[in-house]
């Protein structure tokens, strides 16, 4: 009796295991997520900071060129903490560059615009603006493709000129980042974050700032 009465409560316990293991799992998962829109912000902003840095007239073309630093006087200006170059939702740990084609960036820009209820925001300095036009005029023969599947895309890490960054990831998200939820299609840019440019629109289903 006593033998049968623990594979009771083994039994028991197996199942109630089983019934919470999901939940845990989306629960790993959003922070995961919420870790990888952190850092994914924090290279817009450093992207941001080196471009205005060398005056629209250089884009970084890796990581490591941010993680290095900008010259300050006789001492370097660190614009990106080295937990923010790996990103925490792909295998290798190496966030896909974006580089400044229309291809890519209109059909984000169009996601943006459709969050912020048809208004695109403006970009934080005029030195970005060429890198945008072309990505505004294209904006009205883009269609809203399937905002949870994948996007089709080649996996660059390194030697290109970028001027945003988005996971190697292609899975759907448990939160959504400007209504997206997949993770190949979140890009951390500075482009299109108004004067704001430390915060962009965040996941709907995170605590959204009054900013956003």
Same mark, same amino acid.
């Given at each position: 009796?006593?033998?049968?009465? %623990?594979?009771?409560?083994?039994?028991?316990?197996?199942?109630?295991?089983?019934? +919470?293991?999901?939940? %845990?799992?989306?629960?790993?998962?959003?922070?995961? #997520? =919420?870790?990888?829109? @952190? @850092?994914?912000?924090?290279?817009?902003?450093?992207?941001?900071?080196?471009?205005?840095?060398?005056?629209?007239?250089?884009?970084?073309? !890796?990581?490591?060129?941010?993680? #290095?630093? /900008?010259?300050?006087?006789?001492?370097?200006?660190?614009?990106?903490?080295?937990?923010?170059?790996?990103?925490?939702? !792909?295998?290798?740990?190496?966030?896909? /560059?974006?580089?400044?084609?229309?291809? %890519? /960036?209109?059909?984000?820009?169009?996601?943006?615009? $459709? &969050? *912020?209820?048809? /208004? =695109?925001?403006?970009?934080?300095?005029?030195?970005?603006?060429? &890198?945008?036009?072309?990505?505004?005029?294209?904006?009205?023969?883009?269609?809203?493709?399937?905002?949870?599947?994948?996007?089709?895309?080649?996996? +660059?890490?390194?030697?290109?000129?970028?001027?945003? +960054?988005?996971?190697?990831?292609?899975?759907? !998200? %448990?939160?959504? &980042? &400007?209504?997206?939820?997949?993770?190949?299609?979140? +890009?951390? $840019?500075? =482009?299109?974050?108004?004067?704001?440019?430390?915060?962009?629109?965040?996941?709907?289903?995170?605590?959204?700032?009054? *900013?956003?």
């Amino acid at each position: 009796m006593t033998l049968i009465a %623990v594979m009771a409560i083994m039994t028991i316990l197996a199942i109630a295991l089983l019934a +919470v293991a999901p939940s %845990v799992q989306q629960e790993v998962q959003r922070e995961k #997520e =919420l870790e990888a829109i @952190r @850092r994914g912000e924090e290279i817009a902003n450093a992207i941001r900071e080196f471009v205005i840095h060398h005056r629209g007239t250089k884009l970084p073309e !890796s990581i490591d060129e941010l993680l #290095e630093g /900008l010259p300050q006087g006789t001492k370097t200006r660190m614009i990106l903490r080295p937990s923010a170059a790996i990103d925490p939702l !792909s295998e290798d740990g190496k966030w896909r /560059l974006i580089e400044p084609e229309p291809q %890519v /960036l209109a059909s984000f820009a169009k996601r943006v615009q $459709t &969050y *912020n209820n048809g /208004l =695109l925001p403006t970009n934080p300095s005029q030195l970005f603006d060429k &890198y945008s036009i072309i990505i505004v005029n294209s904006l009205n023969t883009e269609s809203e493709d399937d905002l949870t599947e994948p996007d089709d895309f080649d996996i +660059v890490t390194d030697n290109a000129p970028f001027i945003g +960054v988005a996971s190697q990831s292609r899975s759907r !998200s %448990v939160l959504t &980042y &400007y209504g997206i939820e997949n993770h190949s299609k979140w +890009v951390f $840019t500075p =482009l299109f974050r108004g004067g704001g440019a430390n915060s962009p629109g965040p996941p709907r289903s995170a605590a959204p700032n009054s *900013n956003r």
